[in-house]
């Protein structure tokens, strides 16, 4: 599904407006969607793209897509291994600002950038983020973890939340209201996700965690529906206003996300965060809108960044 008018033109309109255009290394776009994500955000003026993979395979994409590859900058590679360590190194060595994966798999890329000598990791975990529009809700609605961690524990989970809570204010949304997800509100020792809920917000209220508002467990009716939370007693400033949704693992947040895209219509950019420099990841289902989308977040986020770097490892 299509819509016209997004929540995400702001951010758009702010990566073009604001300082100089970014570079941004992109691994291995030999297909036409990755291609075509790049030239896009490129004549948008989001940021200006390395193209990093086998010359030849990037010639015959442009072709296919009637684009000139001169236009570009190109670093040949011989395979998808090298192009995810040479845009790695792009970024490691200030040449570029910013990752974008490309038609390799997302295992391959991450591989390269949590090598010991990337120089991309800090003292967090890895997290993904999705920032939803989704229709007759009232603002963006944040995601995470739905494409990096499967099971997280609970040191990696509590990373998860800093790193959604960090995104958010360096979009410039705020202090967000988190919920960390479960099945149910109460707390039963046979369900370790109202467990590890109890014990982040109880991080949250010791100061390990800062920067948010966080209620746990909620399920998902009483996260975001003030009335459920209300019918079920749920006193709280997150409970039913939720903007930030901390899912149990992977798999909860991979079907929550892809039910509210496919069966409501929302739209899911989406960005990997905890790294040095943000990480863009597309797909290939996604809409021209949401992949400049995911683009353009990046590169505000990668703005913040810049002022406040997160210690490295």
């Known amino acids: 599904?299509?819509?016209?008018?997004?929540?995400?033109?702001?951010?758009?309109?702010?990566?073009?407006?604001?300082?100089?255009?970014?570079?941004?290394?992109?691994?291995?776009?030999?297909?036409?969607?990755?291609?075509?994500?790049?030239?896009?955000?490129?004549?948008?003026?989001?940021?200006?793209?390395?193209?990093?993979?086998?010359?030849?395979?990037?010639?015959?994409?442009?072709?296919?897509?009637?684009?000139?590859?001169?236009?570009?900058?190109?670093?040949?590679?011989?395979?998808?291994?090298?192009?995810?360590?040479?845009?790695?190194?792009?970024?490691?060595?200030?040449?570029?600002?910013?990752?974008m994966k490309g038609s390799l798999h997302t295992d391959e890329l991450m591989h390269a950038v949590l090598g010991a000598q990337s120089g991309l990791r800090t003292n967090r975990k890895l997290s993904h983020v999705f920032m939803m529009d989704v229709p007759g809700h009232a603002e963006l609605l944040f995601i995470t973890d739905a494409a990096i961690n499967i099971f997280p524990d609970l040191e990696t989970k509590a990373d998860i939340v800093?790193?959604?809570?960090?995104?958010?204010?360096?979009?410039?949304?705020?202090?967000?209201?988190?919920?960390?997800?479960?099945?149910?509100?109460?707390?039963?020792?046979?369900?370790?996700?109202?467990?590890?809920?109890?014990?982040?917000?109880?991080?949250?209220?010791?100061?390990q965690i800062e920067g948010g508002v966080i209620d746990g467990p909620l399920a998902l009716d009483n996260a975001i529906s003030p009335d459920a939370a209300r019918i079920k007693g749920i006193h709280s400033k997150v409970a039913g206003y939720a903007q930030i949704l901390v899912v149990p693992d992977l798999e909860a947040g991979n079907m929550l996300a892809k039910n509210l895209t496919f069966l409501s219509g929302a739209l899911a950019a989406g960005v990997v965060v905890g790294a040095r420099v943000p990480i863009i990841l597309t797909s290939r289902a996604d809409s021209e809108q949401t992949r400049l989308a995911s683009c353009a977040v990046a590169v505000c986020y990668a703005r913040w960044l810049s002022g406040r770097k997160l210690p490295a490892t």
């Open 1 to 99: 599904m299509h819509r016209g008018n997004s929540r995400y033109q702001v951010f758009i309109d702010r990566a073009v407006s604001e300082g100089s255009k970014l570079v941004c290394a992109v691994a291995h776009p030999c297909d036409d969607v990755s291609l075509a994500s790049a030239a896009a955000a490129k004549e948008q003026g989001i940021f200006e793209p390395i193209l990093v993979g086998p010359r030849i395979r990037l010639a015959k994409a442009a072709k296919g897509l009637g684009l000139d590859l001169d236009q570009f900058q190109v670093r040949d590679t011989p395979h998808s291994h090298a192009s995810a360590d040479l845009a790695v190194d792009l970024v490691k060595s200030g040449q570029a600002a910013l990752l």
């Open 162 to 207: 800093r790193n959604a809570i960090e995104l958010h204010h360096a979009l410039g949304l705020g202090k967000p209201k988190v919920a960390i997800l479960a099945a149910v509100e109460q707390i039963n020792p046979r369900m370790p996700s109202t467990i590890d809920a109890a014990a982040l917000c109880k991080m949250a209220d010791r100061g």
